[in-house]
């Protein structure tokens, strides 16, 4: 233990006790208060502290519904009207719930938007970028296990449709199955230990969302332009700056989301799921909840059914190998006039294939999945790499205090402007 | 960064930021603590009618009444004598017998003792009674008299008396 | 070919005809719709009245309390008497016997039948579904529900319509296994509306919309305040963020 290691010292006492025994005071001071970011990140770069926001919301929410919640086949689906009708305010812990998963996918979508266009994957942050997608697969794990807890028709069948993918492994599937069921069809067992499992996964969650905020402090965080800070200029304290910008992120998905809790709560909802689960009848028409759906498109595009579940959890493996595949060392796509498009391509793509995701897999749906599947795949495998390759990028603005002064701080709200910077007088001969 | 004039305005709008945002907070959290209070099926039944037009004299009942027992009992004449000749300041928790009853023959309790939660006997024709004719409760050996008080033994207090209102002369509603 | 394509189209009717309807499903007018709905609580009480004396022969509402009742604006003492028409099974007494008794309003809307075996049995094997949550439990709500009280039209011509069903508008494929149950003047109103069909369905349909959502105006009322504080919120958190990054170069 280093005794004579440099302890800093506050002026209240109280702060000073607690820091020389955990430097926690200092620690964020340094990585809320005076940490860096680059003056020109936009809106997208809010996104995850959103997520952060709404993580915590669905632990909390996700804990006083537990209070209610009974994970038994014959009991699941009355507790939840119970919480509905008889626990104080157990409609909105319920609406906030079912609808903060759904946002907490769109804003994790936006973020990877942010992500994959502006080339925040690309290095040095080729470590966050990977501990991100594992976030999205824990994320896709938890929301499939608490969709089944409420014992819909949905439920049951969702689940009985994806553990029965496992089967399709050769030797070892039908055991596994099984095993992951603790019975040979989806039943109480199953209920009773996915309630478990969805419980503990959001706190894995938290740990790793850590590690990915701690690697994003490392180097700091990426821009829109893609240009490292070189100066200070380049940079502003995240405190106040970024913390009241990330607070008007939250205020604007605060109105989005209550819209939907308070006046169209059962907008995303499966109709189907408030009929209770019955063994013996399966729904019409079989879906995921709809933030899983490009990937149940992918599923059911292939005729094969073991090629099927490969390429589904392909298209999400193959997320993580992405800074590999992209050679290219121009990062933001502002500055890439050919593989922009592609990228926008990708976004729209990923639309398309949840959109038919959640129709019937036949006719032209199956055909528009099929080609997205071979789009996506494409883009990852052929277009990236060789893009990436033969692109000439455009010219790269000479730094970012530069490209703020220009197109930035004109632009701030109305009223008096503040000191014009050095670039800018330069211009206008102040 | 410019700094002092425009000080007051800044200011204000600081302030109202951070007030509205306690306030908003404080109002997000609210609805979760609420929940935690009693739901609405378990108000409901936290108050139980009971038919007493067929307990004979001298005969005791046992109901449920928020997951605990509750004794009804139809006193004789002697029992109520017995009860009522008792000097409250003898007691060790003074209570009058006419404080403890709506009708003297209907004596209403909560069959909990007060000692540490044990059910005291006393219901059945068979039970023990203890020495003062009431109940007794077995765990620590306290004794209760047909007005429910304790007269010897650990138990600090009385039976509790639960709220109750008697809704014509055949039924009684608990809590 | 185009001749082929043609005729086929024509003819192809009937086959198009065993799908649930094409025709998009007409919207009624609801007080509860849009954000200052509310319930209309005489409908409600109407659509009671028509559940109980049509619907509940067949159909449960088990996750209904008769204390629900005092909501939609029954005293106290009325909703006990409405629930004292109603025996529930209780027991066992201190002679280990089941024995029947009056419902209180604490106690659940009673089910028709003791179980869903015995449900199916009187009912042509077709099981009548839990009405508590039915508004939410189909596609277009309570237009859908509203629209196939009132479906039960003739078949379309050539159409074999299957034993112990009927040919219903709006039912996906169809058909449906419960008779008309609604036709003009079926109910008695107390407060002397009109008993046509379509007021019968409209009433019964508001009842069973409060049943699925009895939370609703308060969600609403909630709901406004709630968006008003994060528009003004972020109004002036916006306006401090213009303040304060003004001063950035």
């Known amino acids: 233990m280093d005794k004579n290691r440099k302890v800093h010292q506050f002026k209240n006492p109280v702060l000073n006790w607690i820091e020389f025994r955990l430097p926690i005071i200092s620690y964020f001071k340094k990585e809320y208060g005076d940490y860096p970011m680059p003056k020109n990140c936009n809106y997208f770069w809010s996104f995850g502290a959103l997520a952060t926001i709404t993580l915590v919301t669905m632990i909390v929410s996700g804990i006083f519904l537990a209070m209610n919640y009974t994970p038994h086949t014959d009991m699941a689906f009355d507790s939840v009207e119970r919480i509905m009708r008889d626990v104080n305010y157990g409609w909105l812990m319920r609406y906030i719930h079912s609808n903060g998963a759904a946002f907490f996918f769109i804003i994790v979508y936006i973020h990877i938007v942010r992500a994959m266009y502006f080339g925040s994957y690309k290095y040095p942050r080729e470590l966050n970028w990977i501990l991100g997608v594992f976030i999205f697969l824990l994320m896709m794990a938890t929301s499939f296990l608490g969709y089944t807890l409420p014992w819909g028709q949905m439920s049951y069948w969702g689940a009985t449709v994806i553990t029965n993918l496992f089967s399709a492994i050769p030797f070892i599937g039908e055991g596994l199955k099984t095993w992951l069921l603790g019975d040979y069809n989806v039943g109480n067992a199953t209920l009773n230990r996915f309630f478990a499992l969805h419980y503990v996964l959001p706190f894995v969650i938290f740990g790793v969302v850590g590690l990915h905020v701690a690697a994003v402090h490392v180097h700091g965080s990426n821009n829109p332009d893609g240009i490292d800070i070189k100066t200070n200029n380049d940079s502003v304290n995240f405190f106040p700056y970024m913390l009241i910008k990330d607070t008007v992120a939250m205020c604007a998905f605060g109105v989005a989301i209550s819209a939907v809790i308070f006046f169209g709560p059962n907008l995303m909802a499966e109709v189907d799921n408030y009929i209770p689960a019955d063994p013996l009848v399966t729904p019409a028409h079989i879906v995921p909840n709809w933030y899983l759906a490009p990937f149940y498109a992918i599923l059911r595009a292939v005729p094969d059914k073991l090629g099927g579940v490969l390429l589904m959890f392909g298209a999400i493996v193959i997320l993580f190998v992405l800074p590999w595949l992209d050679r290219s060392k121009v990062r933001s796509c502002n500055y890439r006039p050919i593989y922009k498009w592609f990228m926008m391509g990708f976004f729209v793509n990923f639309f398309a294939l949840g959109y038919v995701g959640m129709l019937p897999a036949e006719g032209l749906y199956l055909l528009i999945a099929r080609v997205g599947l071979l789009y996506y795949f494409g883009f990852f495998f052929i277009i990236t790499p060789f893009v990436g390759w033969i692109e000439k990028p455009s010219k790269l603005p000479l730094s970012i205090s530069d490209v703020y002064a220009k197109n930035i701080a004109p632009n701030i709200g109305g009223g008096e402007k503040g000191i014009p910077s050095p670039a800018m007088q330069k211009d206008t001969n102040l | 960064m410019a700094k002092k004039p425009k000080n007051k305005r800044r200011d204000f709008l600081q302030l109202s930021t951070v007030t509205l945002g306690a306030v908003g907070t404080a109002a997000f959290i609210w609805p979760f603590l609420k929940s935690m209070s009693p739901a609405e099926d378990t108000l409901a039944a936290g108050s139980t009618e009971v038919d007493i037009s067929a307990i004979e004299e001298g005969q005791s009942i046992t109901i449920k009444w928020r997951g605990k027992p509750v004794f009804i009992k139809k006193r004789t004449k002697d029992e109520i004598d017995a009860a009522k000749m008792v000097q409250a300041s003898d007691l060790r928790d003074p209570q009058d017998d006419a404080d403890r009853v709506q009708k003297e023959e209907?004596?209403?309790?909560?069959?909990?003792?007060?000692?540490?939660?044990?059910?005291?006997?006393?219901?059945?024709?068979?039970?023990?009674?203890?020495?003062?004719?009431?109940?007794?409760?077995?765990?620590?050996?306290?004794?209760?008299?047909?007005?429910?008080?304790?007269?010897?033994?650990?138990?600090?207090?009385?039976?509790?008396?639960?709220?109750?209102?008697?809704?014509?002369?055949?039924?009684?509603?608990?809590? | 070919m185009r001749l082929l394509l043609i005729i086929f189209l024509l003819f192809s009717s009937n086959l198009f005809a065993a799908e649930m309807s094409t025709e998009k499903m007409p919207k009624h007018d609801w007080s509860f719709k849009g954000v200052t709905g509310t319930f209309d609580r005489a409908a409600i009480q109407r659509g009671y009245k028509v559940y109980r004396e049509v619907c509940a022969g067949c159909h449960s509402m088990k996750l209904l309390y008769y204390r629900d009742l005092i909501d939609v604006g029954f005293s106290e003492a009325q909703v006990k008497v409405i629930a004292s028409e109603y025996t529930v099974l209780d027991g066992p007494n201190d002679d280990g016997e089941m024995f029947e008794r009056p419902a209180r309003p604490a106690d659940r809307f009673v089910n028709p039948y003791a179980n869903d075996n015995e449900a199916r049995a009187n009912n042509n094997g077709a099981y009548p579904p839990d009405l508590s949550v039915i508004t939410k439990a189909r596609k277009y709500g309570v237009d859908y529900i509203y629209?196939?009280?009132?479906?039960?039209?003739?078949?379309?011509?050539?159409?074999?319509?299957?034993?112990?069903?009927?040919?219903?508008?709006?039912?996906?494929?169809?058909?449906?296994?419960?008779p008309a149950p609604i036709a003009d003047g079926s109910v008695d109103y107390d407060d002397g509306t009109d008993n046509?069909?379509?007021?019968?369905?409209?009433?019964?349909?508001?009842?069973?919309?409060?049943?699925?959502?009895p939370e609703m105006e308060e969600r609403k009322n909630l709901g406004i305040k709630v968006i008003l504080f994060f528009i003004i919120l972020g109004t002036i958190v916006y306006l401090a963020k213009n303040r304060l990054w003004r001063d950035v170069t």
């Not at chain 2, 007060?114 to 077995?138: A, F, I, N, R």
Request: aromatic share 10%; with cysteine.
């Open chain 2, 106 to 175: 209907w004596l209403v309790l909560v069959g909990v003792c007060t000692h540490l939660g044990c059910v005291p006997l006393g219901q059945k024709v068979s039970d023990m009674k203890g020495e003062y004719d009431g109940w007794y409760c077995p765990c620590h050996g306290s004794h209760y008299d047909t007005s429910g008080r304790i007269r010897k033994g650990p138990a600090p207090k009385n039976l509790d008396v639960p709220p109750y209102t008697f809704l014509n002369d055949n039924t009684i509603k608990i809590g």
């Open chain 3, 147 to 178: 629209n196939l009280l009132l479906g039960y039209v003739e078949p379309p011509k050539g159409m074999e319509v299957g034993n112990g069903m009927w040919y219903n508008k709006w039912m996906a494929g169809n058909q449906i296994a419960m």
């Open chain 3, 196 to 213: 046509n069909a379509e007021q019968l369905s409209a009433d019964v349909t508001h009842f069973l919309h409060w049943a699925a959502e």
